[in-house]
């Protein structure tokens, strides 16, 4: 056990560092976050004095275990009340949007010839909540490292730019109108961050409710985790070696839906909520950080142009969609 924590630390006291040089320079470029600051640092460590084989046990643990145990606290702080503020129209359009973002990335990346596994990844992590939904789904699809991985530094990219667009598409369209700008904000974006950060930057109000239909995206997140181990399992039929797996349910998406329920039949207090929130997001900054230590650039670069464009048709159909959906759906 002492041979396991000493292994850890050295990556693991890194990814802690990297974190908290992102919040600090987060708190001076809020247009950015600490999340994106941090996985972008992380990124540059790792591919300099960082990829050290010293420091692989401390990211690989940062990226997994943490960003594992701040899924759970994160269940912590939604309650299934929260969808009653946005009523039938906001759930719905919250429900089109993430099928078709979903059906979008299966549909271009089999285009674009990028294996299931990818596809899927990139479609929970654009249609639910980036990072985390990418780690909730890797193990139930069996996904190899290296795709998670990749995966998640596209959403992450994406949403950053994204992040800074969104606000001057809703100028545009719906002249920041505060429920038509914070259903396109919060039902786009890929992480919390990246919502909190985009709504800022048009008003307190849009960030508030932006955030709230971000929530109500979280919510769905086990439901799609198991709806693509189920289509997972169905496509590994014809394949003797995988012809008997069993879809396996990750610890940590359990604990999401049973902290959630907790919480929304009032077993935590407020104040905990708040606690667990606090503890979820600095656990996710240093995975984020450990994510980005573990992002090799030459992996980036076989995916290369491929990858780009599929990023990018996946943000359109998003943006497209949801605005489509905002004008049949939230009209006031």
Same mark, same amino acid.
């Given at each position: 056990?002492?041979?396991?924590?000493?292994?850890?630390?050295?990556?693991?006291?890194?990814?802690?560092?990297?974190?908290?040089? =992102? @919040?600090?320079?987060?708190?001076?470029?809020?247009?950015?976050?600490?999340?994106?600051?941090?996985?972008?640092?992380?990124?540059?460590?790792?591919?300099?004095?960082?990829?050290?084989?010293?420091?692989?046990?401390?990211?690989?643990?940062? /990226?997994?275990?943490?960003?594992?145990?701040?899924?759970?606290?994160?269940?912590?702080?939604?309650?299934?009340?929260?969808?009653? !503020?946005?009523?039938?129209? =906001?759930?719905?359009?919250?429900?089109?949007?993430?099928?078709?973002?979903?059906?979008?990335?299966?549909?271009?990346?089999?285009?674009?010839?990028? =294996?299931?596994?990818?596809?899927?990844?990139?479609?929970?992590?654009?249609?639910?909540?980036?990072?985390?939904?990418?780690?909730?789904? %890797?193990?139930?699809?069996?996904?190899?490292?290296?795709? !998670?991985?990749?995966?998640?530094?596209?959403?992450?990219?994406? =949403?950053?730019?994204?992040?800074?667009?969104?606000?001057?598409?809703?100028?545009?369209?719906?002249?920041?109108?505060?429920?038509?700008?914070?259903?396109?904000?919060?039902?786009?974006?890929?992480?919390?961050?990246?919502?909190?950060?985009?709504?800022?930057?048009?008003?307190?109000?849009?960030?508030?409710?932006?955030?709230?239909?971000?929530?109500?995206?979280?919510?769905?997140?086990?439901?799609?985790?198991?709806? #693509?181990?189920?289509? !997972?399992?169905?496509?590994?039929?014809?394949?003797?070696? @995988?012809?008997?797996? !069993?879809? @396996?349910?990750?610890?940590?998406?359990?604990? #999401?839906?049973?902290?959630?329920?907790? #919480?929304?039949?009032?077993?935590?207090?407020?104040?905990?909520?708040?606690?667990?929130?606090?503890?979820?997001?600095? #656990? /996710?900054?240093?995975?984020?950080?450990?994510?980005?230590?573990?992002?090799?650039?030459?992996?980036?670069?076989?995916?290369?142009?491929?990858?780009?464009?599929? %990023?990018?048709?996946?943000?359109?159909?998003?943006?497209?969609?949801?605005?489509?959906?905002?004008?049949?759906?939230?009209?006031?």
């Amino acid at each position: 056990m002492m041979n396991k924590v000493v292994g850890i630390l050295p990556g693991l006291i890194i990814c802690i560092i990297i974190a908290c040089i =992102g @919040k600090f320079i987060g708190n001076y470029v809020p247009s950015l976050g600490g999340a994106s600051i941090a996985i972008f640092l992380g990124i540059l460590v790792g591919n300099t004095f960082g990829n050290k084989q010293v420091y692989t046990k401390g990211s690989k643990f940062a /990226e997994s275990d943490l960003l594992s145990y701040s899924i759970v606290l994160l269940g912590g702080t939604l309650s299934a009340q929260t969808l009653l !503020k946005l009523g039938v129209s =906001g759930v719905a359009f919250i429900v089109f949007q993430m099928i078709i973002t979903i059906g979008a990335a299966i549909f271009i990346g089999k285009k674009l010839g990028f =294996g299931e596994n990818f596809r899927l990844l990139m479609a929970s992590g654009n249609a639910v909540c980036g990072s985390s939904a990418i780690a909730a789904t %890797a193990p139930v699809i069996e996904a190899e490292e290296d795709e !998670k991985v990749i995966a998640i530094t596209i959403v992450n990219v994406t =949403g950053t730019a994204l992040m800074l667009l969104l606000p001057l598409i809703a100028n545009v369209i719906f002249k920041s109108e505060t429920l038509k700008t914070s259903a396109l904000i919060g039902g786009v974006l890929q992480s919390v961050g990246q919502v909190v950060a985009s709504g800022s930057l048009v008003s307190t109000d849009v960030k508030d409710l932006a955030t709230i239909f971000k929530i109500v995206r979280i919510i769905f997140l086990v439901f799609v985790v198991l709806g #693509f181990g189920e289509m !997972k399992k169905k496509s590994s039929k014809s394949s003797l070696t @995988k012809a008997r797996s !069993k879809v @396996k349910v990750p610890w940590y998406v359990i604990g #999401f839906f049973v902290m959630c329920s907790l #919480f929304t039949i009032g077993v935590f207090s407020q104040n905990v909520s708040k606690l667990f929130k606090l503890i979820s997001n600095n #656990f /996710e900054i240093i995975a984020l950080a450990g994510i980005g230590m573990r992002v090799n650039f030459r992996q980036l670069k076989e995916q290369g142009a491929k990858a780009s464009i599929y %990023a990018l048709g996946i943000a359109l159909t998003q943006i497209v969609s949801a605005i489509i959906l905002i004008v049949l759906f939230l009209q006031v």
